[in-house]
């Protein structure tokens, strides 16, 4: 079982940055994969970017590639969003995500693809 919660969520203007963090309980938090997927409202959930079990490889939407950057550090069971030039539609409900099963990971990413969730931290980006 993991447990997920996310932080650093919050208001900046477009251009600005943002630095997500996902705080995971659990001594398993290495075996799985992590991924960060976000919501608008009336849109459906998708996939922002992921990274493997160990951390050496990374994924990332092209609407964030270049100005977004996951990553993970196991010894202290989190992982981190770097948000940089922010857009107004990045504005949404972000969520932490850790994979189904341990040692796997695929991309494209699915949200079927991640069996824990956090409770999400909004993000908004005014123009």
């Known amino acids: 079982q993991v447990q997920l919660v996310e932080s650093g969520g919050g208001l900046v203007q477009a251009g600005g940055s943002l630095r997500l963090s996902c705080a995971a309980s659990?001594?398993?938090?290495?075996?799985?994969?992590m991924g960060w997927f976000r919501q608008a409202p009336g849109k459906e959930r998708e996939v922002v970017a992921t990274?493997?079990?160990?951390?050496?490889?990374?994924d990332y939407a092209d609407s964030v590639k270049g100005r977004f950057t996951i990553s993970r550090d196991n010894p202290k069971n989190t992982v981190y969003l770097q948000m940089n030039s922010l857009k107004p539609e990045d504005t949404a409900l972000y969520y932490c995500?850790?994979?189904?099963?341990?040692?796997?990971?695929?991309?494209?990413?699915?949200?079927?693809?991640?069996?824990?969730w956090g409770q999400g931290t909004q993000v908004t980006v005014s123009s």
């Open positions: 990274i493997t079990y160990g951390g050496a490889s990374t």
């Open positions: 659990g001594r398993t938090f290495s075996t799985y994969a």
């Open positions: 995500a850790a994979g189904r099963v341990q040692y796997t990971y695929s991309w494209p990413a699915r949200a079927t693809d991640f069996g824990y």
